[in-house]
């Protein structure tokens, strides 16, 4: 099972920051948080980790609440092209091993 | 190579011919992951092969479903009989395989899309 929750879906206004909530309030350890993303037809995309410290790379920022129970993903400027499902993930033991379970992920729209 | 590969990248069969699709992983990983995505829908984890250690099938939906990875690198997932439920696209991943409490980066590949008809 999924170890994260998010909203199901979203609109953003092009040119805006999108903010992508998740929710991963049973994260023990060292079990880092992991965002992908997925355009429509084609195979999941890596986007940005992190363990306690928010974390910037070209593409987006994240930001992980003290607590480690939750974060958000941002993209600082939203375009047309950010259209797609993102996935939250927390990397931890499930069924005996430790591997990537995605959730339903969020679905984001970007408006023109 | 410079990516993750998967063969073929479509495929129609009949229901209850039996499927092979491929998955050529990015050298070096040790880590592969199948995934199943049905059209509208989240992954599904289906196995994953880490290293030497034995296979985690926990996500197999049926015992018509067997995958294996040949000297730690290529890897096939069979699908005996198929069925029209199992029409979906199946994506493929691998990463270095680091242990769990360092991160661990997957990529995928474009996938295989199966129609069963």
């Known amino acids: 099972d999924a170890k994260t929750t998010q909203p199901t879906s979203m609109d953003c206004a092009e040119g805006r920051a999108a903010n992508l909530p998740c929710n991963h309030s049973?994260?023990?350890?060292?079990?880092?948080v992991y965002w992908y993303r997925q355009i429509h037809s084609q195979g999941p995309q890596y986007i940005i980790h992190?363990?306690?410290n928010n974390e910037t790379n070209e593409m987006a920022s994240l930001i992980i609440t003290e607590d480690r129970k939750s974060s958000t993903l941002i993209l600082p400027h939203a375009t047309l092209r950010d259209t797609a499902v993102y996935y939250c993930?927390?990397?931890?033991?499930?069924?005996?091993?430790?591997?990537?379970?995605f959730g339903t992920g969020t679905r984001l729209k970007v408006l023109a | 190579g410079a990516g993750v590969s998967q063969s073929p990248s479509n495929k129609v069969t009949e229901k209850g011919k039996d499927v092979e699709l491929r998955c050529d992983p990015i050298?070096?990983?040790?880590?592969l992951y199948w995934y199943r995505q049905s059209l509208g829908q989240g992954l599904e984890f289906l196995i994953y092969?880490?290293?030497?250690?034995?296979?985690?099938k926990s996500g197999l939906p049926s015992d018509r479903f067997s995958a294996e990875r040949t000297g730690g690198s290529v890897s096939t997932l069979t699908i005996q009989r198929t069925q029209q439920e199992d029409s979906a696209v199946y994506l493929c991943?691998?990463?270095?395989?680091?242990?769990?409490?360092?991160?661990?980066?997957?990529?995928f590949g474009e996938g295989s899309w199966l129609t069963v008809v």
């Open positions: 050298s070096g990983h040790t880590a």
């Open positions: 049973t994260i023990s350890g060292n079990e880092y």
């Open positions: 991943a691998s990463s270095f395989g680091s242990r769990w409490r360092f991160p661990d980066t997957i990529y």
């Open positions: 992190g363990l306690k």
């Open positions: 993930i927390v990397r931890g033991r499930t069924s005996g091993t430790y591997k990537y379970i």
């Open positions: 092969f880490q290293g030497n250690s034995a296979p985690d």
